[in-house]
């Protein structure tokens, strides 16, 4: 540009500068501003033992009703549990969301959890409240003997998981030792009846050539297939079969009622004690105990409610036939897996 071209732009020239002087000055401003915005943006992290299918949606419709961003790390509910044990303090989690009030009950007892408010607790069946007030079911899965309509007469139904050490079940019962579920029951067994009883009718089971399986999955196909004519498993494995097809040849029902058998474990969450997002996380907890996601858990995932509300799904037990039906105790009690896994091994069921 000649000297002559500058003198004539000189005017616009400098006040492009002191624009863009200007910009510069103002641009910390908006750096913090921006920043400080970021910072303060609603935002919790979740340890989820559930599944990542059967939860996200419902995450996800969180996160457009209340704005909150939920960062999710997924992993088994024993590994989870295990996990926030060890980083103590300094975990990044603000919730615990697990498949079993075992791995909350025992994080209850490491003091790793806060406790919940009372609203949230009260109006609730004691089979969903913990009693620390430090976690809360979210919905429940009950234990149930799966079996073949065709192959098992009405006589031959037990009246408890017990008679199915005898002659009659030889070789026509399957398990699955390896699976968390069934662990946990086993662990319940081991709360009401004590480890004697408990190791005496899982040897009695192998005795009586229990066939095991590796999950619930394969319990149901089992069935289906003519292998084995009884299973003990959970109650919405066989559901999302009869889902796809209304003929599927397996049922299901329940023995006596409190029988041990009839175990209504829970899903459930908790707040840990080390949490700065006290309050944003109880409003997901409090999200997962409203009636759309109650509904959710009924209508799409096959579980039982925790509110009595909740409009029935014809394929599940209505809700105070299920509160019958459930042996009573102590959830919280459901901690010592490590028990169970020693129990199993020395009683040859793993």
Do not use: C
């Amino acid at each position: 540009m000649s000297l002559h071209s500058f003198r004539t732009r000189r005017p616009a020239v400098l006040a492009l500068l002191v624009l863009f002087l200007l910009l510069l000055l103002a641009a910390p401003l908006f750096g913090a501003g921006s920043g400080e915005q970021t910072a303060t943006a609603p935002e919790i992290t979740l340890y989820s033992g559930r599944g990542e299918s059967l939860v996200d949606p419902l995450i996800r419709r969180f996160e457009a009703e209340t704005g909150i961003r939920v960062r999710v790390r997924y992993a088994g509910t024993a590994e989870l549990a295990v996990l926030l044990a060890e980083e103590g303090e300094r975990t990044p989690a603000d919730l615990f969301w697990g498949q079993d009030a075992g791995a909350l009950g025992s994080l209850a007892r490491a003091g790793l959890l806060a406790e919940l408010p009372e609203s949230l607790l009260e109006d609730k069946p004691e089979i969903y409240v913990s009693a620390t007030g430090q976690w809360i079911a979210t919905s429940g899965r009950a234990r149930v003997l799966a079996y073949s309509p065709s192959r098992v007469t009405a006589s031959e139904f037990p009246e408890s998981v017990f008679e199915l050490t005898r002659q009659q079940y030889r070789g026509r019962v399957g398990w699955a030792p390896t699976n968390g579920s069934f662990q946990a029951f086993v662990t319940a067994m081991r709360v009401a009846y004590g480890d004697a009883r408990t190791a005496d009718w899982l040897r009695d089971m192998g005795a009586n050539d229990a066939q095991a399986y590796r999950n619930n999955t394969a319990l149901v196909e089992a069935i289906a297939a003519g292998e084995i004519d009884f299973a003990i498993t959970n109650n919405y494995y066989l559901l999302r079969f009869l889902a796809d097809n209304p003929e599927y040849p397996v049922s299901q029902r329940f023995f006596a009622d409190g029988d041990i058998g009839n175990l209504v474990n829970v899903a459930s969450v908790g707040v840990l004690g080390t949490s700065s997002r006290y309050e944003p996380a109880v409003r997901f907890v409090e999200f997962l105990l409203q009636q759309e996601a109650q509904q959710y858990f009924t209508d799409v995932i096959y579980e039982y409610p925790v509110l009595d509300s909740v409009a029935p799904n014809d394929a599940l037990e209505a809700f105070d036939a299920l509160l019958d039906t459930s042996p009573r105790i102590d959830l919280d009690a459901l901690e010592d897996l490590q028990g169970t896994l020693t129990l199993l091994r020395n009683s040859g069921a793993l």
